[in-house]
Structures are given as structure tokens and as C-alpha cells.
């Protein structure tokens, strides 16, 4: 395959893991670090870090995401649910359920793939810029078909290189386990909605005596799943987008430990990690709307899990005096999809 980028962002590591990579930091989760990790169970205490899947509730929180449609399949014309099979023959005696979903793979928790994001960037220098991808994917061969779903609303389906190349079946592939850290910022900040930065977090580790090392999973809590809960899916649309911590985006020493500290993913109780609200700089200069999603996906390969619930494990680490555990996170192996939900799990 000829070689798809000239140029390559600056900081990000196209090419570090092969020019035909489509893991990313996934390729740090290797065997040797899942063996380090699994030594950080000591009691087999397990914690479920996803929310009910219909939860936040209502579309308050993102307008272009809907909860979760559960239906009946059909049989014989008629739904298949609850459905006792002597009507076809009296001789049996089963009844079944059978369903389907119609669901936003990033209504709730969910992971990013690496083709959630991409760049507009001139990757193969012929001084224009085009829709790229992490370590040169294009994006500009789309087939794009419109679809209409259960109820009749047309929507458009997408199917192209980027997506075949950076779908989500990639990290499913991957089979994303390995040692989780966690940060508590809701320690600090309460419900209050502030940007914490490089030098708080450090501060953070020191406190914590929080220790991190090359493939391991970064996990912040910040307690806006928990507040998700507490709102029991009818959410206050005021406290979704002004309550509780962040990570600062635009700090670019945040940006620096980042791409230096070599974690394998980023994962946060909260929706999108940085402050997705933040009014953008004044000026003229080239910037992306979401600087740390621009920093993990398209420049180092790092997925983005957003929305894992992490308080009741927050809560039994704190009161173990540990920040380490195993974590186990895969999402569906569903070829070219954007974003999953998983149903990850905590050993300690």
C-alpha cells in the first residue's frame, strides 16, 4: 500500500506503530502489561463502570442522540414477545421473546473510535488541506446513501475508508485490558464546574500518591455520572452543562503529559472529558473546537471513553487507599461504527 501522508501533525505519532496502524496507543496493552495488571486484583471484588444504557434520559444533554427504542421482532406477523409457540402447534409449550434495538452507540457510555475524529489537514502535501484521520486515513471516498428508520425519518448512512479502516471493531480486536488508574477531581471540586490542568493534576497525583506508567488506562472522576443517576433520567439541562470538573483542554502542558506519559486510553464520568462549552479563543488562527480530542484521536491514537460510571469504584478504592485496578472494556465488534457503548468492568 503506498504510504498515505507527507506531512504529519505536529506532536502526534503517525507511523510510530506501522503506516498501515489502525490501533493506536491500543498497541501499548500488551500481553506483558495485561500480566502487570491482573497483580492489582486482590480481593476479586468487581465493579460495573457502565451506566443503564438509557440513561441520561431525554436528548437534553446532546439534541442529536436519542435514548435507546426497544422492539419486538416479529413472527408469523406478530410480535415475538411473550408469545406461547402452540399457536403454530398445540403440542408446544415454549414461549419466547425475541427483540431488537434502535440505539445512538454514544448516548450513554461509550467509547470513542479513531474515526470519531479527524482533521483538517494537508496530509499529502500538495498544499491543500483534506479530511483526514489518525496516521492518514482519508476520509473524502464516503458512500453516502440515505435510510429511513423505524418511523420514517430518513437519516444518511455513511460507509468509506476511514471508517472501514478506524471503525471500533479495531479496539473490539484489540480486546481492551489492562491496568486502570483512577484520578478522583470530584475530591477536590465537588459538583463545581472547573477546568483542572497540568499542574493541579500533578498536584493530584502527589496527594494521591498516584502513580502512572506507560499503557496504563487514565481514568477521571469528576461524579457527573453519579449526578446523571441522582437525576434518574429526567436531567436538569442547567446542571448538565455547568456542574462538575473537566479536564482543561487548551493547556497545552496537559497536552505535553499527555503524549509523554504514554497512557493507552483516556476514560472520564463525564461527556467529553474536556468542557465541550467552552467559548472558543478570539483570533484568527487555526484551532479545533475540541483540542483534546483533536490531541488523543487524531494525533496519538488514544480512544476516548466518556460516561463510565467510576463512583462506587472511586468510593472502594478511596476507602482501600488504592488508585489501581484491573479493567476489562470492550466495545462491540460492530465493523465501521463511530463510537460503542461497552459494558466494562473493575477487578480489584
Not at 496507543?25 to 491482573?38: H, Q, Y
Not at 486484583?41 to 435514548?67: E, H, I, M
Not at 479563543?281 to 467510576?310: N, Q, R, V, W
Amino acid at each position: 500500500m503506498a504510504k498515505r501522508w507527507i506531512n504529519r501533525p505536529e506532536g502526534s505519532n503517525w507511523g510510530d506503530y506501522g503506516e498501515d496502524d489502525q490501533r493506536g496507543r491500543l498497541n501499548l496493552l500488551t500481553s506483558e502489561r495485561v500480566i502487570r495488571a491482573t497483580r492489582e486484583v486482590q480481593t476479586g471484588d468487581r465493579f460495573c463502570l457502565s451506566l443503564p444504557l438509557d440513561y441520561p434520559g431525554g436528548r437534553k444533554l446532546n439534541a442529536r442522540r436519542f435514548p435507546p427504542r426497544l422492539f419486538a421482532t416479529e413472527r408469523g406477523g406478530l410480535a415475538n414477545f411473550n408469545l406461547p409457540l402452540h399457536i403454530s402447534d398445540p403440542r408446544l409449550t415454549d414461549v419466547v421473546c425475541d427483540d431488537a434495538a434502535l440505539i445512538c452507540l454514544q448516548y450513554s457510555t461509550q467509547w470513542d473510535s479513531l474515526c470519531h475524529v479527524g482533521g483538517w489537514f494537508d496530509a499529502d502535501g500538495d498544499g491543500k488541506p483534506e479530511v483526514v484521520y489518525y496516521n492518514g486515513w482519508r476520509g473524502d471516498e464516503h458512500i453516502i446513501s440515505p435510510i429511513k428508520n423505524l418511523e420514517g425519518d430518513e437519516y444518511t448512512q455513511f460507509e468509506g475508508s476511514n471508517a472501514k479502516a478506524l471503525g471500533i471493531e479495531n479496539m473490539a480486536e484489540a480486546c481492551v485490558q489492562g491496568r486502570g488508574v483512577l484520578f478522583d477531581l470530584e475530591k477536590r471540586h465537588g459538583r463545581n464546574r472547573v477546568l483542572v490542568g497540568y499542574d493541579e493534576l500533578m498536584q493530584i497525583m502527589d496527594d494521591d500518591k498516584i502513580e502512572i506508567e506507560e499503557g496504563d488506562m487514565a481514568c477521571f472522576h469528576t461524579g457527573f455520572a453519579q449526578g446523571l443517576i441522582d437525576m434518574n433520567k429526567n436531567p436538569n439541562e442547567h446542571d448538565l452543562h455547568n456542574t462538575f470538573a473537566c479536564l482543561d483542554g487548551r493547556d497545552q502542558k496537559l497536552h505535553d503529559w499527555i503524549r509523554n506519559s504514554g497512557i493507552a486510553v483516556m476514560i472520564a464520568d463525564n461527556y467529553g472529558i474536556e468542557d465541550v462549552g467552552t467559548p472558543l479563543p478570539s483570533g484568527t488562527d487555526p484551532i479545533a473546537m475540541l483540542p483534546l480530542h483533536e490531541l488523543c484521536i487524531f494525533k496519538l491514537g488514544i480512544h476516548i471513553g466518556e460516561m463510565f460510571y467510576l463512583t462506587a469504584l472511586r468510593d472502594w478504592l478511596a476507602a482501600h487507599g488504592r488508585s489501581r485496578f484491573l479493567l476489562t472494556a470492550p466495545p462491540l465488534r460492530l465493523p465501521g461504527a463511530v463510537g460503542s457503548p461497552p459494558s466494562p468492568i473493575a477487578t480489584v
